[in-house]
């Protein structure tokens, strides 16, 4: 069974920084490219980044884009979303997703953005 | 890029009742589509990949069907699980792109 788990999520000032990790377990992670998918609150689905499987290549909404950077440790089976210069309008729900096309989706981890 | 339209934002349907989804791309997307299921405080979970192939799991009263730009999600007898929001995910093109969501709602 996939099991996908987000976490350091949390408060941040704008401007501010987090580190995202997801824990993936249950497949071969190392043969798999991972995404980042958020959700505000009450709102729809937003497609963040995607990194390959050896981690050669990602790939950034233009909205985190130069803000944002997606990375992996094969040998840990961790997926991670460093964020910087936060934004009011990136609060949302943060989902990692096994896949680069469709996806099975982990439980997320919230990032609230608030001064 | 892409964007992907659904209709109807909401639909209210009876249990037991035909459920027909509308998704549109701006530009073809081929077979390249997918349909999640979403229900409160969950991670969405895929219905259909590749515009009409089912998931691991997913009832048989879940159909896809469409290519290009035009694809249809259809649930020929809604069951009370049924009831959740539903998004269309085009996976053809950078950047991937969602629908904004269909809610299905009981009658």
């Known amino acids: 069974e996939v099991r996908l788990l987000a976490s350091g999520g949390g408060l941040v000032q704008p401007g501010g920084s987090l580190r995202l990790s997801c824990a993936a377990s249950g497949f071969s992670f190392s043969s798999y490219a991972m995404t980042w998918v958020r959700q505000a609150p009450g709102k729809g689905l937003e497609w963040v980044s995607t990194?390959?499987?050896?981690?050669?290549?990602?790939f950034y909404a233009d909205s985190v884009k130069g803000r944002f950077t997606i990375s992996r440790d094969n040998s840990k089976n961790t997926l991670f979303l460093q964020m910087n210069g936060l934004r009011a309008e990136d609060a949302a729900v943060y989902h990692c997703?096994?896949?680069?096309?469709?996806?099975?989706w982990g439980q997320g981890t919230l990032v609230t953005v608030s001064s | 890029e892409i964007v992907m339209t659904q209709s109807p934002a909401t639909l209210s349907v009876s249990p037991g009742e035909r459920a027909t989804l509308s998704c549109r791309a701006s530009?073809?997307?081929?077979?390249?589509l997918a349909w999640y299921q979403q229900k409160p405080g969950q991670a969405p979970r895929v219905v259909i990949y590749?515009?009409?192939t089912r998931a691991t799991g997913i009832p048989a009263r879940f159909s896809g069907s469409g290519s290009g730009t035009e694809f249809t999600l259809t649930i020929s007898s809604l069951q009370s699980e049924d009831f959740a929001v539903y998004y269309c995910q085009q996976y053809n093109n950078w950047p991937r792109a969602f629908g904004q969501g269909t809610k299905v709602e009981i009658k």
């Open positions: 997703a096994k896949g680069s096309g469709w996806y099975i």
């Open positions: 530009q073809s997307v081929g077979s390249n």
């Open positions: 590749a515009a009409s």
């Open positions: 990194i390959t499987d050896t981690g050669g290549s990602t």
